[in-house]
């Protein structure tokens, strides 16, 4: 079965988790919804492109190898904003904090606590759900190489420090494909030591016994909204790979 790999690596990433009111966490690794925002990133779909986004979370499974978890930080915000308004639109953040704003209109303070991932190293594995078609692995790896919007590490505050470097290959599970891939030098020497190397993966054909099974919410169900509902995820042990047979 062909498989597309890639890296995440950043001086801080965010994946974003249940947040409930002022603490917005971050998860331990890239979340599903994260992953198909990136990708949709580089492809150059829109938020408001529903029908394209629910085609690509469809099209494809995938499994995240923790190289290095990172460091955690967590960091105090201060955000205002103005009030929505029929008829008014901002072009820009000057425009929201200053002159179309009335004189007698307050700015809405927002306090929140954010975590963030510090040099921490991901490798992503993604296989087609429906073979070849108009989203092929192909087509994927080249909008990593080449993408046609921003693409960040959770947040826009955080940038790639290095490339996706996109590979295919072909092997008989993702676990296997993940064990082909070349991780950069610069960054198996920046990120910090990984304590155990784990899979985590949504179930797959083939898929020996999980070391634990779990339910995540991040499984996009509107996208413009942003709201999320839960899936199926498994933890899978480095032994499994002597084992694992999967595709």
Same mark, same amino acid.
Request: aromatic share 8%; glycine share 6%.
């Given at each position: 079965?062909?498989?597309?790999?890639?890296?995440?690596?950043?001086?801080?990433?965010?994946?974003?988790?249940?947040?409930?009111?002022?603490?917005?966490?971050?998860?331990?690794?890239?979340?599903?919804?994260?992953?198909?925002?990136?990708?949709?990133?580089?492809?150059?779909?829109?938020?408001?492109?529903?029908?394209?986004?629910?085609?690509?979370?469809?099209?494809?499974?995938?499994?995240?190898?923790?190289?290095?978890?990172?460091?955690?930080?967590?960091?105090?915000?201060?955000?205002?904003?103005?009030?929505?308004?029929?008829?008014?639109?901002?072009?820009?953040? #000057?425009? +929201?904090?200053?002159?179309? =704003?009335?004189?007698? @209109?307050?700015?809405? $303070?927002?306090?929140?606590?954010?975590? *963030? &991932?510090?040099?921490?190293?991901?490798?992503?594995?993604?296989?087609?759900? #429906?073979? +070849?078609?108009?989203?092929? =692995?192909?087509?994927? @790896?080249?909008?990593? $190489?080449?993408?046609?919007?921003?693409? *960040? &590490?959770?947040?826009?505050?955080?940038?790639?420090?290095?490339?996706?470097?996109?590979?295919?290959?072909?092997?008989?599970?993702?676990?296997?494909?993940?064990?082909?891939?070349?991780?950069?030098?610069?960054?198996?020497?920046?990120?910090?030591?990984?304590?155990?190397?784990?899979?985590?993966?949504?179930?797959?054909?083939?898929?020996?016994?999980?070391?634990?099974?779990?339910?995540?919410?991040?499984?996009?169900?509107?996208?413009?909204?942003?709201?999320?509902?839960?899936?199926?995820?498994?933890?899978?042990?480095?032994?499994?790979?002597?084992?694992?047979?999967?595709?």
């Amino acid at each position: 079965m062909k498989y597309l790999l890639f890296q995440l690596y950043g001086p801080m990433q965010s994946w974003g988790d249940v947040a409930v009111g002022e603490i917005r966490p971050t998860s331990g690794r890239p979340t599903r919804s994260a992953l198909l925002g990136l990708i949709a990133a580089c492809l150059g779909i829109r938020r408001h492109e529903e029908e394209r986004l629910q085609q690509l979370a469809d099209s494809i499974g995938l499994m995240v190898r923790v190289d290095a978890p990172g460091m955690r930080l967590t960091d105090y915000h201060t955000v205002q904003s103005s009030r929505e308004k029929k008829k008014r639109v901002f072009f820009c953040r #000057k425009d +929201e904090l200053g002159p179309f =704003l009335g004189f007698d @209109e307050d700015l809405t $303070t927002i306090l929140s606590r954010r975590d *963030y &991932l510090m040099d921490a190293l991901f490798i992503v594995c993604l296989w087609s759900k #429906k073979g +070849e078609d108009e989203l092929s =692995l192909e087509m994927l @790896e080249k909008s990593l $190489t080449r993408p046609r919007l921003l693409p *960040y &590490l959770g947040r826009k505050s955080c940038p790639l420090a290095l490339p996706f470097n996109p590979m295919l290959a072909e092997a008989d599970g993702p676990i296997e494909a993940l064990d082909r891939y070349p991780v950069d030098a610069v960054a198996r020497e920046i990120a910090t030591a990984p304590r155990t190397v784990h899979f985590f993966s949504e179930p797959y054909e083939g898929m020996k016994d999980p070391l634990k099974a779990m339910t995540t919410r991040d499984q996009p169900l509107h996208h413009g909204r942003r709201q999320f509902t839960t899936r199926q995820e498994v933890m899978i042990s480095p032994s499994e790979k002597l084992s694992d047979q999967g595709g």
